[in-house]
């Protein structure tokens, strides 16, 4: 099974991706848990030029970077990963292009789509959790956690409006993606998930 967790930076999907991997892990079953962009020697190398505060990007070459990033960990690691039966859990895909750089950037939807097809190909997620969590919210965890903000994390308030509006469009047209209320307690969001996860299973099994 191969399930990802979306949603604005600090929702909670780190806390999210690990509880889910150690529940499938407690069953039994072969967990992989990765966090995007990065999971190969490349993946790292762009995740720390498109976090670094000090890199000049252009919002077309962000899209082509993170996609970088993606087609490499797709072929080198997730696609053989499920080949040989493993759980995979990723911490960000292939919809937070979508959001980010598609609605938070106002890249065109049509070239994004393109970009993630060729990146992807046919290794979509069988299940998608949006941890949607307010504007607000976000600002409270970051300066609670006290850590200093990256690149993509100074792009302001307007973006991230936009990048929220455009999960609950990707909500609207894919049957996969979950919308998860994330300021709850890790334990009540994470009873929801393991929730919705057995109906998945439960139907890929008799369907
Ligand atoms: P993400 O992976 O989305 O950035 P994390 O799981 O790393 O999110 O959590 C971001 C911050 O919010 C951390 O400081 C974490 O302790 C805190 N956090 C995580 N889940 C919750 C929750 N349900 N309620 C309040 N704070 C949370
Ligand atoms: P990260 O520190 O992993 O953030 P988080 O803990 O919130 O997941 O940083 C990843 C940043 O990159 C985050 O701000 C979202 C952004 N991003 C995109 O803009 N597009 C993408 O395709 C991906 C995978 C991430």
């Not at 190969?40 to 962000?62: C, H, M």
């Not at 890790?186 to 998945?200: K, Y």
Request: hydrophobic fraction near 40%; aromatic fraction near 8%.
């Amino acid at each position: 099974m191969f399930i990802t967790f979306e949603g604005l930076d600090a929702s909670g999907k780190s806390t999210q991706a690990e509880l889910t991997a150690e529940r499938f892990r407690e069953s039994g079953e072969n967990v992989m848990v990765i966090r995007e962009p990065g999971g190969t020697e490349l993946g790292e190398k762009v995740r720390s030029i498109l976090l670094d505060v000090n890199s000049a990007i252009e919002p077309a070459a962000e899209v082509f970077l993170f996609s970088a990033a993606r087609a490499q960990l797709v072929r080198e690691v997730i696609r053989p990963a499920l080949s040989r039966g493993d759980t995979v859990i990723c911490d960000r895909y292939v919809d937070s292009t979508t959001s980010y750089q598609g609605y938070g950037r106002e890249i065109p939807l049509e070239s994004i789509k393109a970009i993630n097809r060729l990146a992807i190909e046919d290794v979509i997620p069988d299940l998608t959790f949006f941890i949607d969590i307010s504007i607000e919210e976000i600002e409270k965890r970051q300066r609670a956690a006290g850590i200093d903000t990256d690149r993509m994390e100074r792009a302001g308030r307007v973006f991230f409006e936009r990048t929220r509006n455009g999960y609950y469009e990707l909500a609207r047209t894919e049957k996969r993606l979950k919308i998860i209320r994330g300021e709850r307690s890790p334990g009540d969001i994470f009873s929801d998930i393991w929730s919705i996860i057995q109906v998945e299973l439960h139907r890929s099994s008799v369907g």
